[in-house]
């Protein structure tokens, strides 16, 4: 049974466990039968539990949690709507997930997940995790309406530890989440765009990007990037629904199975995520294949597909031309529009860009002006953004189009400094994110600045980069929370795409 916030009587929950490595149970919903929780007090100075960390389920009415202990015993989440506290304490109307609890192969310890599911939509609700006598703190968060418009928020690059200062590192992305989230207390997403550390098994940099407090109140989409690959921290840290690490996507290469593919449907959005280190020998063609059965299988249940990974095919700085992307930007574009996407989120080049509308890897009109503020994407088309650092701890300069390195990826002739996809490429060693506006009848795409100049800027403050601000620091940087770029995006909603894939907001039918 699903979570159910009605009023209970005494008696105990009946709870199914999975513990150890061994543990069956992948995807969990807790299983009750007519008993009821019974009251549990917090004890958060015995915990054992670290780095909790809220996702996103499957479901605008499901969550993830996720966590490490130090005991290898059977753990749970325990919820109930923040209304029901008593005096801060959990009592009969609490209700517990079961946790799968494996052991840790990044630090001896274990890992652990429970999915919450059947959340009530306009709720509050509070939570705890561990186990009787031996709970962590308690942390809260509120769901919204499971229809109509939403906002989310997209972040490129923490990579904690690259500047070489997990301190100051941290403190920029712990500022960059204050500040974007004190501006927009009701965005409903967190998207990563990868990469959260420098070094994929070093608990150190995984500690100081879990630090806040805003990471267990709202849901985080994770990411994977080619920072996160190598160990199996990242899928031990981040539990994603729907998740395929077939062979396929990753050529026998074990080191870089840990992120697989991923979906998940929020408020009429169809939200795909793949992990992009794979690429080479077909593995695009596997990517782009569980793209179209997603699609296939969901894309009727919602009114936008969004594509979220970490390479970016349209990168305007150092790895514009890496071979890998080189190889991805002949392999994606025409499946996507093809397959109706409407948005493609990426990180990867620390610097931020927006795509003109783009159809089958070209530019769907030729007259769509550079940074012009609204665009209609047309059949077929698709916009692609990549975002700058969230952090602050490491920024690539913009390179100037290079038709030695890439002879398809020259400059545009309305903007020839500028590489021919991109509408706006920007970069001024300032953290920012992305918010997108959902809405009806259009997305709306906009980078914001999160920090200025000044600390905590960890690539300035140690000299990393020689210059900060807009103009390559000719001019003085601009407030935190004002604009880099926007843009309204009016959806495509006829039929058909000369390719007879696409059907109605550009769906496959």
């Not at 008696?11 to 969990?28: D, Q, S």
């Not at 608990?203 to 267990?216: G, I, M, P, V």
């Not at 990037?225 to 395929?244: C, L, R």
């Not at 020998?281 to 936008?304: L, M, P, Q, R, W």
């Amino acid at each position: 049974m699903k979570f159910d916030n009605r009023t209970q009587g005494p008696g105990p929950v009946r709870r199914r466990m999975a513990v150890g490595a061994t543990a069956a149970v992948m995807g969990l919903t807790a299983v009750f039968g007519s008993g009821l929780a019974t009251a549990a007090h917090a004890d958060a100075g015995s915990t054992t539990a670290t780095g909790i960390i809220l996702g996103v389920g499957a479901t605008e009415s499901q969550r993830v949690v996720s966590w490490y202990s130090s005991v290898g015993t059977a753990q749970v989440v325990q919820i109930t709507p923040t209304s029901k506290l008593v005096k801060g304490q959990f009592d009969k109307h609490a209700v517990s997930f079961p946790a799968t609890v494996a052991a840790n192969s990044v630090n001896g310890g274990y890992n652990a997940h429970a999915t919450i599911d059947g959340l009530k939509k306009n709720t509050s609700y509070s939570y705890r995790v561990g186990t009787e006598g031996n709970w962590s703190p308690t942390y809260s968060f509120k769901t919204q309406d499971f229809k109509g418009n939403f906002d989310f928020l997209f972040f490129g690059d923490p990579q904690i530890g690259s500047s070489g200062d997990v301190a100051k590192d941290g403190a920029g992305w712990a500022d960059t989440l204050n500040v974007s989230l004190a501006a927009n207390p009701k965005a409903e997403l967190l998207v990563s765009g990868g990469d959260q550390v420098e070094t994929a098994n070093t608990e150190t940099q995984w500690n100081a990007f879990l630090a806040s407090d805003k990471l267990r109140q709202y849901p985080w989409a994770a990411t994977i990037g080619n920072h996160d690959v190598g160990g199996k921290a990242y899928e031990q840290h981040f539990w994603t629904p729907n998740t395929d690490r077939s062979a396929p996507f990753y050529n026998g290469d074990a080191t870089i199975r840990s992120g697989g593919d991923y979906w998940y449907i929020y408020k009429g959005v169809l939200f795909i995520d793949l992990n992009s280190n794979a690429y080479a020998t077909g593995a695009d063609a596997a990517h782009i294949s569980y793209i179209t059965n997603v699609v296939k299988a969901h894309g009727n249940d919602a009114k936008y597909t969004v594509l979220v990974y970490h390479h970016s095919i349209y990168s305007p700085a150092d790895h514009a031309n890496d071979t890998d992307n080189k190889q991805r930007r002949q392999d994606f574009p025409t499946a996507f529009s093809n397959l109706g996407v409407d948005l493609v989120l990426q990180g990867h080049d620390h610097s931020y860009s927006r795509s003109y509308v783009i159809k089958n890897g070209q530019k769907a009109n030729k007259s769509e002006q550079p940074g012009a503020a609204q665009v209609a994407q047309g059949p077929g088309g698709v916009i692609y953004v990549t975002a700058n650092s969230a952090s602050g701890s490491k920024y690539y300069d913009l390179t100037a189009p290079d038709t030695t390195q890439d002879p398809n990826y020259g400059p545009d002739p309305l903007n020839p400094n500028s590489h021919w996809a991109n509408s706006v490429e920007n970069q001024e060693h300032v953290r920012t994110y992305v918010k997108v506006q959902v809405r009806d009848n259009k997305l709306v795409v906009e980078n914001i600045r999160s920090g200025t100049c000044v600390t905590p800027n960890a690539a300035v403050e140690l000299g990393k980069v020689p210059w900060c601000g807009p103009d390559s620091g000719a001019s003085a940087a601009k407030p935190v929370g004002s604009t880099v770029d926007k843009v309204v995006i009016r959806p495509y909603g006829g039929k058909g795409n000369g390719n007879g894939l696409v059907g109605k907001a550009g769906w496959l039918q």
